[in-house]
């Protein structure tokens, strides 16, 4: 669907749901409706805040939240809800969401949860099966230091052999202090992926006020994306 965009990423931690956040504030500050879908949210207690939560605080409260489940303990979707003795969520049922969402906002964006390939269900479904029912592209979030090209590499070849389009990459968490494989990485990583590297979020931006979040927003991701971030400055001022 046109409409709506995948990010997953190519490990946990690496900063999915602060990309997701650059995204939806950028898109909102274009006068578009947005809504986030976390589908499987695990590691929160019920009442605690989520992802899709976070998400909506950092880019503002006109962006939708919604998850369809929800698991206490901090596994694999699959695993914690066979643990917590609670329905698993299908492909088919993240599908049928993200449409709904999508008629009724200009832009619907999918956070997965921990890599593309990460189990949802017993029968083995996944976030890429989500997204190749959806027709929707996929922006691969990585990490920037050492080990993150052939991870990159991985998730990018499960995306060609499923026929799923790959926005790009973005670096989910760029260091203060950017060590030589980091610095290297920038170059290296659209080779790795074979698509645009689309962005670097600065460590820590998660924890900017949602006013200042918004506003450095721009700077984090490039124009494909809604901001005005470009790769061949960010990659010759870090030195690579």
């Given at each position: 669907m046109s409409n709506v965009i995948v990010i997953t990423g190519t490990g946990t931690e690496i900063g999915k749901?602060?990309?997701?956040?650059?995204?939806?504030?950028?898109?909102?500050?274009?006068?578009?409706?947005?809504?986030?879908?976390?589908?499987?949210?695990?590691?929160?207690a019920p009442g605690e805040t989520g992802d899709a939560d976070e998400v909506v605080r950092l880019a503002g409260e006109a962006v939708t939240g919604a998850e369809l489940a929800r698991?206490?303990?901090?596994?694999?979707?699959?695993t914690a809800a066979r643990r917590a003795g609670l329905a698993p969520v299908r492909p088919e049922e993240v599908a049928e969401a993200a449409r709904k969402l999508a008629e009724e906002h200009d832009l619907v964006l999918v956070e997965g949860a921990g890599g593309l390939l990460v189990r949802f269900d017993e029968e083995g479904g996944t976030l890429a099966d989500a997204a190749r029912l959806l027709g929707a592209p996929v922006l691969v979030v990585v990490p920037a230091g050492l080990g993150t090209l052939n991870s990159t590499t991985l998730t990018a070849e499960a995306l060609r052999a499923r026929g799923i389009q790959q926005l790009g990459v973005v670096v989910g968490s760029?260091?203060?202090?950017?060590?030589?494989?980091?610095?290297?990485?920038?170059?290296?990583?659209?080779?790795?992926?074979?698509?645009?590297?689309?962005?670097?979020?600065?460590?820590?931006?998660?924890?900017?006020?949602?006013?200042?979040?918004?506003?450095?927003?721009?700077?984090?991701?490039?124009?494909?994306?809604?901001?005005?971030?470009?790769?061949?400055?960010?990659?010759?001022?870090?030195?690579?």
């Amino acid at each position: 669907m046109s409409n709506v965009i995948v990010i997953t990423g190519t490990g946990t931690e690496i900063g999915k749901t602060v990309v997701t956040a650059a995204l939806a504030a950028l898109a909102s500050a274009g006068g578009r409706s947005v809504a986030v879908l976390k589908p499987a949210q695990t590691g929160v207690a019920p009442g605690e805040t989520g992802d899709a939560d976070e998400v909506v605080r950092l880019a503002g409260e006109a962006v939708t939240g919604a998850e369809l489940a929800r698991y206490p303990e901090p596994l694999a979707p699959d695993t914690a809800a066979r643990r917590a003795g609670l329905a698993p969520v299908r492909p088919e049922e993240v599908a049928e969401a993200a449409r709904k969402l999508a008629e009724e906002h200009d832009l619907v964006l999918v956070e997965g949860a921990g890599g593309l390939l990460v189990r949802f269900d017993e029968e083995g479904g996944t976030l890429a099966d989500a997204a190749r029912l959806l027709g929707a592209p996929v922006l691969v979030v990585v990490p920037a230091g050492l080990g993150t090209l052939n991870s990159t590499t991985l998730t990018a070849e499960a995306l060609r052999a499923r026929g799923i389009q790959q926005l790009g990459v973005v670096v989910g968490s760029w260091p203060d202090a950017p060590d030589l494989a980091a610095r290297c990485n920038l170059t290296d990583l659209p080779k790795a992926a074979g698509a645009p590297l689309l962005g670097a979020v600065p460590a820590g931006a998660g924890a900017l006020a949602p006013e200042a979040f918004r506003a450095a927003a721009p700077g984090w991701l490039a124009p494909a994306l809604g901001g005005s971030w470009d790769a061949v400055e960010f990659t010759a001022a870090a030195g690579a």
